[in-house]
């Protein structure tokens, strides 16, 4: 339960907050791009977090299976499995678009760090392409460390810049 709640729920409230923050930093030098850039970013957090409801949920019901029936458990998790990774964790597609995006327009209007945005541009290109078969494994393993690496990157950023706007 903790392990989906964090990484699934937590985490799509959390891109909330940091898709609306970067939507208001990059929305003036490229309006149009940034509001298809947005919507790709909220989707993708009310994915995660379904995901990670569902799971949630599933879990409750297969532990509580698994007293009686643990064949019956096992059949509903692995019907309930490909819901879950479909929903938020099987391809990271819409993911790779929003980060591809943002890192486009990062790049166009010089904002943020060039490095991290190129680091983005990986990152978007890795998870589209986890949404193919035969690069799905590698793909998404690219997509889920070199992400990790953007956002302390992007978080780093936007603490600094935060600080300058204090004073």
Same mark, same amino acid.
């Given at each position: 339960?903790?392990?989906?709640?964090?990484?699934?729920?937590?985490?799509?409230?959390?891109?909330?907050?940091?898709?609306?923050?970067?939507?208001?930093?990059?929305?003036?030098?490229?309006?149009?791009?940034?509001?298809?850039?947005?919507?790709?970013?909220?989707?993708?957090?009310?994915?995660?977090?379904?995901?990670?409801?569902?799971?949630?949920?599933?879990?409750?019901?297969?532990?509580?299976?698994?007293?009686?029936?643990?064949?019956?458990?096992?059949?509903?998790?692995?019907? !309930?499995?490909?819901? @879950?990774? =479909? %929903?938020?964790?099987?391809?990271?597609? +819409? *993911?790779?678009?929003?980060? $591809? #995006?943002?890192?486009?327009?990062?790049?166009?209007?010089?904002?943020?760090?060039?490095?991290?945005?190129?680091?983005?541009?990986?990152?978007?290109?890795?998870?589209?392409?986890?949404?193919?078969?035969?690069?799905?494994? !590698?793909?998404?393993? @690219?997509? =889920? %460390?070199?992400?990790?690496?953007?956002? +302390? *990157?992007?978080?780093?950023? $936007? #603490?600094?810049?935060?600080?300058?706007?204090?004073?």
């Amino acid at each position: 339960y903790a392990m989906y709640l964090l990484i699934y729920v937590v985490f799509g409230v959390v891109l909330v907050a940091l898709v609306l923050s970067l939507h208001a930093r990059l929305k003036t030098d490229a309006p149009m791009l940034m509001g298809a850039t947005t919507a790709f970013g909220l989707i993708w957090a009310g994915l995660v977090i379904a995901s990670g409801m569902v799971a949630n949920i599933a879990t409750g019901v297969v532990v509580d299976l698994y007293g009686t029936d643990p064949t019956q458990a096992t059949t509903v998790w692995l019907a !309930v499995s490909p819901v @879950i990774d =479909g %929903l938020g964790g099987g391809n990271e597609i +819409v *993911g790779g678009i929003w980060t $591809l #995006l943002v890192s486009v327009v990062a790049l166009r209007a010089r904002a943020l760090h060039r490095a991290l945005n190129y680091v983005g541009l990986v990152v978007g290109t890795a998870g589209i392409l986890s949404a193919i078969p035969a690069f799905g494994e !590698v793909g998404g393993g @690219i997509f =889920g %460390l070199t992400q990790i690496v953007w956002f +302390v *990157g992007l978080g780093i950023l $936007l #603490l600094r810049a935060s600080r300058r706007e204090a004073v």
